[in-house]
């Protein structure tokens, strides 16, 4: 009996020093299975990694005409549009980069 008990003690003395991860969830930064916190910035990197580059530049180019010119937002999906475009030049096999007809996004022109 005061093995039992001394048992049963010993085991709530280790789980309340050591909890286990499953009760700290909530301090976790990104949500499970994520990579980041940028839930946009993960898609397009899935997108790129599934040889999908023709999506992700078309997700780029919606979010950078809608975002504001010179703005960190503007910065950030111009660079993912230049990423995307670089990964399906190479996956064309494109050696040079030449001008390919595409019009560059309007808010690339606003002055």
Known sequence: MFLRIACRCIV???VGIFPLSSTRASESLTPLGRETTDRLGDLHRRLLELG???IAEAVCRKHL???SPGS?????????LSESL???GIRSGVRSIPSCGRE????WMRG
């Not at 960190?72 to 993912?80: G, Q």
């Not at 560059?104 to 808010?107: D, F």
């Open 12 to 14: 709530l003395a280790v």
């Open 86 to 88: 670089l990964a399906e």
């Open 52 to 54: 999908k580059a023709d």
């Open 104 to 107: 560059p996004p309007r808010c």
């Open 72 to 80: 960190d937002e503007s910065a950030k999906w111009t660079i993912r």
């Open 65 to 67: 005409e809608a975002a």
